[in-house]
């Protein structure tokens, strides 16, 4: 059973790359994240909004857009963190002790290596879209999940459930509303209209069951070690 209380959203890392052109719209409203038939406080939710008709875009809503994932306290903060597609996330280590980062994917497996104390750290490109769980091949309890999504406009869920999307271009939108391990919820058309505030209302998330059960980077089990199991 993971921490999910001692996770950290890191808000400022993916707000999303408004693209140019006028300021755009605001899109409000309320995620009610529900675990065995229970509200819950939602951790680690976001939202980011799909367009009804997507326009096709050049460069990639993420293209020249940086989060950042860290290595700190043998944990991965935050452990969820949504990206539009294009972006980088970079990987700092900020503890005094050797870490690695790998996915095992299948559609987007990769391994940037280990690393010591390195507080600039190594990236990853994120060109398609996607969903991954993100590792250390060194300590087993490390985890980080990331999404990847072909849109502009994400946004972090508060502790309260409430969101807000700034600089949406006038237009119809869905809201879909995400946390790792479980299956998104959209909520109905939204019209964006310039300078306004549209409120979409609530979307009920179910939250799914979080599994720690992986291997390392070659197919082994972790070694045992302190606080793991083996
Ligand atoms: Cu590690």
């Not at 969820?80 to 996915?103: I, Q, R, T």
């Not at 095992?104 to 398609?128: A, L, W």
């Not at 502790?159 to 946390?179: E, I, L, M």
């Amino acid at each position: 059973m993971h921490q999910r209380s001692a996770l950290l959203i890191v808000l400022a890392l993916c707000s999303a790359a408004p693209g140019p052109g006028p300021a755009g719209g605001a899109v409000t409203g309320r995620v009610l994240l529900v675990n065995n038939g229970k509200s819950v406080t939602p951790v680690d939710v976001f939202v980011y909004l799909e367009e009804i008709h997507p326009k096709h875009r050049n460069p990639k809503p993420g293209d020249g857009v940086k989060a950042q994932i860290r290595q700190e306290k043998e944990q991965f903060t935050p452990h969820a963190l949504v990206v539009p597609k294009g972006a980088e996330v970079v990987f700092p280590n900020y503890d005094l002790k050797e870490h690695n980062v790998f996915s095992p994917s299948e559609d987007m497996p990769f391994d940037i290596g280990r690393y010591n104390q390195d507080k600039k750290g190594k990236s990853k490109v994120f060109p398609v879209s996607g969903e991954l769980s993100v590792y250390c091949d060194i300590h087993p309890l490390m985890w980080a999940k990331l999404k990847i999504v072909d849109s502009a406009w994400i946004a972090p869920v508060g502790s309260d459930g409430k969101f807000v999307v700034t600089n949406v271009p006038p237009g119809k939108y869905k809201v879909t509303a995400w946390v790792h391990d479980s299956k998104e919820v959209k909520s109905d058309t939204i019209v964006v209209t310039e300078a306004g505030t549209v409120d979409a209302g609530e979307v009920h998330l179910q939250l799914g069951e979080f599994k720690l059960d992986h291997l390392r980077w070659d197919g082994t089990p972790y070694p045992c070690q302190p606080g793991y199991k083996c």
